[in-house]
């Protein structure tokens, strides 16, 4: 009797915890559009959005991104006025 009500309460249990992750996929989180919107600069590492950052492609897969600052003191390093 007691092994009965143990193994009700763990399937009931199991679906109690199915359904919360359900339920969290479904819904979804912010955190992987936010990882998409923004990227690391190639020289100096920090993070900017996409949209202010000049994206090369090296190969067949290999995305850079650099940001405006870094090229405006590669240029200047190299005498070009900007």
């Known amino acids: 009797m007691v092994v009965t009500i143990l193994a009700i ?11 919360a992750g359900y339920r969290a996929v479904i819904r979804g989180s912010g955190g992987p559009r936010v990882a998409e919107e923004s990227e690391k600069c190639a020289i100096c590492r920090l993070p900017s959005g996409k949209t202010e950052m000049v ?6 897969y290999k995305l850079l991104y650099f940001c405006r600052t870094c090229i405006v003191r590669l240029a200047e390093e190299i005498g070009i006025k900007v």
């Open 9 to 19: 309460l763990c399937i009931l249990l199991l679906g109690l915890i199915t359904a």
């Open 55 to 60: 994206e090369r492609q090296i190969g067949d």
